[in-house]
C-alpha cells in the first residue's frame, strides 16, 4: 500500500509540476505575443504618420497648383475634374485606418506613458493636415512657415514615441539619437 500511495503522490507532483510549467510557458507566450502586438502598434502608427504627412504635403501642393484662373479654365474646358470630396476622404482614409487601429491598440494595451505619446504624435499630425489645408502652397519654406513648423512638431513626437516603443520592447540600445548628423555613407565596392 505504501508504494502505491507513493507512486499516486509522485505522478501527482509531476502532473502539478507539467501544469505548472504548461501555465507559465503560455502566459510567456501570451506576454510576448502581447508585447509584439504593441510593439507592431507603434511602428503602423510611426510609418502612418509619416505618410499621411507626405500626403498632407501633396494636399498643399495641390492647394497651389489647382489654384486660380488656370484651374477654372482647366474645369471648363474639361482639362481636369474639380476636386471631390469623397475621393479625397477616400484617399486619406487608406493609412488613417492603420493609424487609428494601431492607436486604439495602444489605448488599449499600452502604458500611460505611451498613451500620451501616441495622443501626442496624432495631434502633431493634426497640426500638419491643419497647416496644409490653411496654406495656399505659395509660402516659402522658412523656419516660420506653419507647414514646417507642424511639420516639425511631428517629427519631434514621432522620434519621442519610437524611443518609447524602443524601451518597452527593450530592443537595442533604449537611448539613441534618432535625428542624428551622422550619415553612413555606402562602403565602396
Known sequence: MNSTV???????????????????????RRRHRERTDLQRA?????????RLSHKAEALRQTRYWRSGLR?????????QKPLDPMVLHDWLARDMTTVEAAWSQVW???DQDGIALANGLMTA??????????????????????????????GEAR???ALHARRVAKLGPRDVDLFTEREYAAMPA
Do not use: H, P, W
Request: hydrophobic share 50%.
Open 42 to 50: 507603434y511602428i503602423l502608427m510611426l510609418s502612418g504618420a509619416l
Open 6 to 28: 507513493a507512486a499516486l503522490l509522485g505522478s501527482a507532483i509531476t502532473a502539478c509540476a507539467s501544469l505548472f510549467v504548461v501555465m507559465v510557458q503560455s502566459r510567456l
Open 159 to 161: 522620434g519621442q514615441l
Open 108 to 110: 488599449t494595451s499600452g
Open 71 to 79: 484651374e477654372v479654365g482647366d474645369q471648363l474646358f474639361g482639362g
Open 125 to 154: 499630425f493634426n497640426g500638419v493636415m491643419d497647416a496644409a489645408v490653411k496654406s495656399s502652397g505659395t509660402e516659402s519654406f522658412e523656419a516660420t512657415d506653419d507647414m514646417v513648423v507642424a511639420t516639425r512638431r511631428l
